[in-house]
């Protein structure tokens, strides 16, 4: 492994083969960006806030995302991911700050999350076997604890490019979810990509389990959310997957996060729900997408999901140039900065009430009825908390612990 790459190419691949976007180079610790004027002509914006198309070489600004671009620090992985490549760069006698984003995206090479790709690609290979989703947890959880050097390895090539803190894996799964592969860049036939998850050293052994109750919780209540699944555990309840949305069969989307296209560091929070709205709505130009938004917001909420940072929010863009809200994910029980929610309901943060939620709607041409609606349908899904989370086996005291906060926020 060689640090200092001091230049490289951006592409974008739909699925169909990879059309030049741009070049990106480091110049005495800063970043610059330069489009390609064949895709300028295109009229394609990946960024349109803080990249819009323009001829000529941009210097990007050092924050918040280490001197590049949002669209490009999209593409990094958070978290996880962070700790094995530093960890992997350690056992090679270097030490992380000797590379610079440029060799990080270098790393994610042709497979990262999304449809952007940069060459060169200095991407781990995928090992070509069958996975054990128990042995890979024992692997995560030697690794969290600062031992197994042999298998980083083998478990960057599993991240991709995956953001935030907990252990997970890009896997490829069969119809019958018996059969799970290496799924970080090719997909055999008959399987599809997936995202695993494993507790990290915080976490409870039934994480995976309570991740999956939100998911059907908040399905139930109408949020848009990809297929998920439970696989068996060894040692608790089980793993929560959930089916990759930025890869459809052959077709590739390009996905931004809200934190990416605003700028917006999502470590020290600063939005509010009522811009998520706003920002849906112009880039999507589709109310139904607007609407979308406002639900995850009433469940976020009234679940106490309160890590419900810029960066837990994405758009997912077409080859036809069409933006879309992208599906949930994330949800969980958590708690944000303070406790506080990490997005704010119409400037509140620490106490968001029912009664924010109903002024966001309807600050947001959302109809009275429909917001009531929205939020009966909401509170209905969360009374299946205790009966689901006792049927998949989450332990007695979180039941009682995330049962008291939902009450008291349907209450509010």
């Known amino acids: 492994m060689t640090a200092q790459i001091s230049e490289i190419k951006v592409g974008i691949d739909f699925g169909t083969g990879i059309d030049p976007v741009g070049r990106l180079a480091i110049r005495d610790q800063t970043i610059y960006f330069e489009y390609d004027m064949k895709f300028v002509q295109k009229g394609m914006e990946i960024s349109p806030f803080r990249l819009p198309l323009r001829s000529g070489v941009i210097e990007l600004p050092n924050r918040p995302f280490d001197g590049l671009a949002g669209v490009f620090s999209d593409s990094l992985p958070d978290g996880w991911g962070r ?37 060169p690609s200095n991407t781990p290979e995928d090992i070509n076997e ?31 490019s995956s953001a935030g803190a907990r252990p997970k894996a890009l896997i490829g799964v069969d119809s019958s979810f018996k059969n799970i592969a ?17 507790p990290n050293s915080q976490d409870g052994d039934d994480s995976g389990a309570i991740e999956f109750i939100y998911a059907k919780m908040a399905k139930a209540a109408g949020v848009f959310l990809p297929e998920v699944h439970l696989f068996p555990s060894l040692k608790g309840p089980g793993f929560f997957a959930i089916k990759r949305f930025d890869r459809e069969k052959d077709k590739r989307f390009h996905m931004h996060t809200v934190s990416g296209l605003l700028h917006s560091d999502f470590r020290t929070p600063s939005l509010d729900y009522e811009d998520l709205l706003n920002l849906t709505g112009q880039i ?12 995850l917001a009433i469940f976020n909420v009234l679940s106490h999901n309160r890590d419900d940072h810029a960066k837990n929010f994405s758009f997912l863009m077409d080859s036809s140039r069409n933006w879309k809200f992208a599906p949930a994910y994330d949800l969980t029980f ?63 005291s979180n039941i009682k612990l995330v049962k008291s906060s939902i009450v008291e926020l349907v209450n509010s």
């Not at 700790?83 to 030490?95: A, E, H, P, T």
């Not at 060799?103 to 497979?111: E, I, N, P, S």
């Not at 054990?132 to 390895?153: C, F, M, N, P, R």
Request: proline share 4%; glycine share 8%.
């Open 83 to 119: 700790l094995l490549f530093d960890r992997m760069v350690r056992s090679q006698g270097f030490i992380p700050e000797d590379f610079s984003p440029l060799d990080k995206l270098a790393h994610v090479g042709l497979y990262g999350m999304g449809a952007l790709v940069y060459e």
């Open 130 to 160: 069958r996975i054990d989703l128990d042995h890979l947890a024992y692997q995560t959880e030697e690794v969290l604890k600062g031992s197994s050097e042999e298998v980083i390895s083998e478990l960057l090539s599993l991240n991709g």
């Open 182 to 198: 290496f799924g970080a860049q090719s997909i055999e036939k008959d399987f599809e990509p997936w995202l695993v998850k494993f």
């Open 284 to 295: 999507t130009k589709d109310f139904r997408e607007v609407e979308k938004i406002y639900r």
């Open 334 to 396: 958590s708690s944000g900065p303070g406790g506080e929610q990490s997005t704010m309901v119409m400037g509140e943060g620490k106490k968001p009430s029912i009664n924010h939620l109903v002024k966001l709607g309807l600050d947001a041409k959302i109809s009275k009825n429909k917001i009531e609606e929205i939020i009966e349908q909401t509170k209905s899904a969360l009374n299946q908390w205790e009966p689901l989370a006792k049927f998949y086996g989450v332990s007695k």
